[in-house]
């Protein structure tokens, strides 16, 4: 079996970012687990904070390189909510601003799901529910996990969050040498 937890990976190109798994906590406690799938796609699961339990796929995104090892990453969700995120890997640090609709944040189990499969439920909560005053949470991480799953592999992240999960995946327990879960 291959641990494929590698916080040694030097980071120089863009290439080098994408097909990156990271497992990370940031200082306030919330622990997210993300995935570059490819230059304009990404994938997550939330495993602690105020929406844990939380996985979306395919999720549109934009990537660039800022300067070598240095890596920028935007988003707009189906709730409303917009994400900007500064890689730092070789540093094993990023910065993280998330901005939520006050919607998500009085009801935050409505987002507590498989998103994919909950589009409409989203976009109908954004409308009904209040967007202002946005809940603004910026805030570093320090990266705990870093995995070459390569691109476009939808096995990455493919079922919900469980507790232990995140140890799992360090302790090399749940993928198998070819980057594909095992089944637990
Ligand atoms: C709201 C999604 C989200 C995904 C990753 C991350 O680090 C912060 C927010």
Avoid: C
């Avoid at 105020?50 to 988003?75: C, F, S």
């Avoid at 705990?144 to 140890?167: C, K, L, R």
């Amino acid at each position: 079996m291959t641990n494929h937890n590698n916080m040694n990976k030097h980071f120089e190109t863009l290439e080098d970012f994408l097909g990156t798994h990271f497992i990370y906590t940031y200082d306030n406690g919330w622990e997210y687990e993300w995935y570059a799938k490819n230059d304009h796609t990404v994938d997550y699961r939330i495993h602690g904070g105020m929406v844990a339990g939380r996985w979306v796929t395919d999720q549109e995104a934009h990537i660039n390189m800022l300067i070598p090892g240095v890596y920028k990453i935007a988003w707009t969700e189906p709730t409303g909510t917009d994400v900007a995120l500064d890689f730092v890997p070789n540093e094993h640090k990023l910065n993280g601003t998330i901005f939520f609709p006050k919607w998500v944040q009085d009801h935050p189990e409505i987002t507590v799901t498989y998103q994919n499969e909950h589009i409409d439920l989203m976009e109908e909560s954004r409308e009904k529910y209040d967007t202002y005053p946005k809940m603004v949470v910026p805030e570093f991480a320090t990266i705990t996990y870093m995995g070459d799953a390569g691109q476009n592999n939808d096995q990455v992240i493919a079922e919900a969050p469980y507790d232990g999960m995140p140890d799992d995946i360090r302790n090399g327990k749940f993928y198998d040498d070819d980057y594909q879960m095992i089944k637990h």
